[in-house]
Each structure stands twice: as structure tokens, then as C-alpha cells.
């Protein structure tokens, strides 16, 4: 499996613009997660999925941020309209806790260094 | 407010000796603990896990301690490779509610040839 993939690797955008990160998790993951890494907070969770259904958004900043999982495949995490205090490091993972593995790791993606100006 | 706190934003060791990472939690429902490890550029990658059932668990090198009564666990690296250096997160989840990790804030761990 190629792993978490997330797209694009670097975004740099003015103020104002709206932002759209993607993310493909592992094939067979029922948890999908976004975080955001920054120095103060360290990695921050944003918001998770359970098949594809959102669990728990509590940590998304503000109405600027919004989520979407349309299929196992697939997900987004927008903000509109992006701010500079938004640069940061986002990163999306899965994993299939929801199995009988045993196995409760999450994979993390590479990850999207974003910048606004 | 941080459930889970790694109190020293950075450290160094010097190449063969040990490395020893700590963090702290506040949660008394947290059952099971995670060590992940994160280099420049890239996404974090699972290093060593610890269940509350256990006080300790190794996995060659690297060697977890939890210890309950103190809400603290700790990472030993033994020893010190170059490769080692990195930054190191802790995370601490509750199995019941679900596979919501919380983590710290991170340790930059520098391994001195």
C-alpha cells in the first residue's frame, strides 16, 4: 500500500483565498483524522471520521475551517477564508481501529506545509 | 488545555549512550500510550505503543515505562544512534471512547556522532 497520501505537499495563498487540502487514506481504514502541527500546541487534532461520518469537530478553530468525507477514499479539509495565523503543517491519518487486528496506530500522510500571506 | 505535556522541547545525547524522552498526562481515563517519531519533511511514524495493563514494553532498542500512579511514561533509547535524531511524540488515548489520540507537544531529540 502507498500509505496516507495527501495533496498538495506545499500550498502558499493569500489572504482571503479560499484553501483546499485532500487526503487518501489507507484502503481499509474506517478512521480518518486531521491534525495540525504547530510549536506552541504540537499535533492538534482538527477533526475524525468513523466510516466516513464525523465524530468529534470540537477541535476545529473556527466556522472558517470545514471537513468533508464523501468515500472511504477521499477527504477534504477547506478554510475559507484562510488567515496567516492558519500557516501551519497539516496532517491527515487513518487506521483501522475499528477491526479485529488489535492494532490502534494511526498512519499519518506526509503532510501539507500551508502559508498564507 | 494539554492533556498530554512533554516538558523539555528538546534534547541531546551523545552517540551509544541513552536517550531518555519523558511526557506526562492529566487523564486518569487514558489506557493506552503511543511513541511516535517524526523527521524533517515527512509525517510522524508509529515507533512503540504501551497498553495501561503493562508497566513496561521494549522493542530492541527502544523500551517504554508507564507508570501509572504518576500519570508518566517515558521512551529509553538504548543506545544512541545518529539515525535516532529526530522529534518524538507522545500520545495517549482512551480505547473505550474510541482511537482519538491526544498528543504533547514533542521532544527534538539530537544524537552527537
Known amino acids: 500500500d502507498a500509505g496516507v497520501i495527501q495533496s498538495p505537499r506545499h500550498e502558499v495563498t493569500e489572504m482571503g483565498q479560499e484553501v483546499t487540502l485532500r487526503c487518501k487514506p489507507i484502503?481499509?481504514?474506517?478512521?480518518l483524522f486531521w491534525y495540525r502541527q504547530t510549536m506552541m500546541r504540537g499535533l492538534e487534532l482538527l477533526i475524525y471520521f468513523n466510516n466516513n461520518v464525523p465524530i468529534d469537530d470540537s477541535g476545529m478553530p473556527e466556522d472558517r475551517f470545514s471537513a468533508k468525507m464523501p468515500n472511504a477514499s477521499f477527504s477534504t479539509l477547506k478554510i475559507q477564508p484562510s488567515e496567516p495565523r492558519d500557516s501551519a503543517v497539516y496532517f491527515c491519518?487513518?487506521?483501522?481501529?475499528?477491526?479485529?487486528?488489535?492494532?490502534?496506530?494511526?498512519?499519518f500522510g506526509p503532510g501539507t506545509r500551508l502559508t498564507v500571506t | 488545555d494539554q492533556q498530554v505535556k512533554q516538558n523539555s522541547p528538546s534534547l541531546s545525547v551523545q552517540e551509544g549512550r541513552i536517550s531518555i524522552l519523558n511526557c506526562d498526562y492529566t487523564n486518569s481515563m487514558f489506557d493506552y500510550f503511543l511513541w511516535y517519531k517524526k523527521y524533517p519533511a515527512e509525517g510522524p511514524t508509529f515507533l512503540i505503543s504501551?497498553?495501561?495493563?503493562?508497566d513496561k514494553n521494549e522493542d530492541g532498542r527502544f523500551t517504554v515505562f508507564l507508570n501509572k500512579s504518576a500519570k508518566h511514561l517515558s521512551l529509553h533509547i538504548v543506545p544512541s544512534q545518529p539515525g535516532d535524531s529526530a522529534v518524538y511524540f507522545c500520545?495517549?488515548?482512551?480505547?473505550?471512547?474510541?482511537?482519538?489520540?491526544?498528543f504533547g507537544t514533542g521532544t527534538s531529540l539530537t544524537v552527537i556522532p
Open positions: 504501551i497498553s495501561s495493563i503493562k
Open positions: 500520545a495517549a488515548s482512551s480505547l473505550n471512547t474510541g482511537n482519538q489520540f491526544y
Open positions: 484502503s481499509g481504514h474506517d478512521y
Open positions: 491519518a487513518s487506521s483501522n481501529f475499528g477491526s479485529s487486528t488489535g492494532a490502534y496506530e494511526q498512519y
